[in-house]
């Protein structure tokens, strides 16, 4: 399966005119908007298209940063010339997403589109980690006068509070789930036709031959009565061959589908990653609801 890494969208409405300077904060969300010629009537954090007000997310998690009817970028034959960039800085400092203008496209043609909105979005991986708080801060200006607007917000990575994880001898950076058909992370609940991932990421400690790892992962699936819905002991099989170590420290993974079974209501998803040559091993289990 792709990795997960940075992506940024945007989608855009316009409107101008003059604008003195202004400073705004959300209590709530922390999310500091300060104007210079720019202003902004409304900024606040969605996903799905809901709001929400809780600034810590899951890896693998997508939100966006929304500004509502933003007013006072400069008018050239109706149409305006915005830049931004983007920069998302980690609590200790280093740089982990750096964007150049994300409005390049628009320097000859400018945009007519009124009103304004912006709505530049984050999805969380590589090389954010869980544990750690980011800032996000968005820089936005007029190309053909002299407003500005800066925005910031500090926003925390946390791990699946539903995946339970031991490991021996073994350590991963990552474990979340994700949905195939929705493409987006999954916290507890899946639909029954939906294919649900268990991915491990930054695989370390198991024993390397070769530039050479020979894994076993199994999978479980028991339902709220002790049930088991599926069982596979070894869905690697690598035999002598083995896979390639970095291949292998990237990204593993394991899938189920329950449309098979119609299976609705709770139910345990246990994925074991061992090595076959020392006695690392990792074991991920997650507790879900089939709707």
Known sequence: MKNIYFFIALAIVFSGCEYNKSVNKDLL???????????????????????????????????????????????ENGRVFPGMKILVISSAGDTVVKSNDLFIEYDKKGISRSPLMLMPDITIGKPMKSGIEYTFNVYLWDKKGTGSLTSNFKFKVEANKNITVEKIKANCNEIYLFSKENNKVINNKLKSNETAYMNFEGITGFLITDGRVFPGLSVKLTDNKGHVLYNEKDLLESGNDGFSAVDFEDKVFANINLSKNNYKGNFS???VLWDKKSDAKITAKALLTAE
């Open 29 to 75: 969300t922390g999310i500091i908007v300060k104007g210079n010629g720019i202003s902004v009537e409304d900024t606040y954090l969605s996903i799905d298209d809901k709001k929400i007000t809780r600034t810590n997310f899951i890896f693998g998690e997508k939100f966006f940063l929304n500004f509502d009817d933003i007013q006072g970028l400069k008018k």
């Open 269 to 271: 998803f246990e994925v």
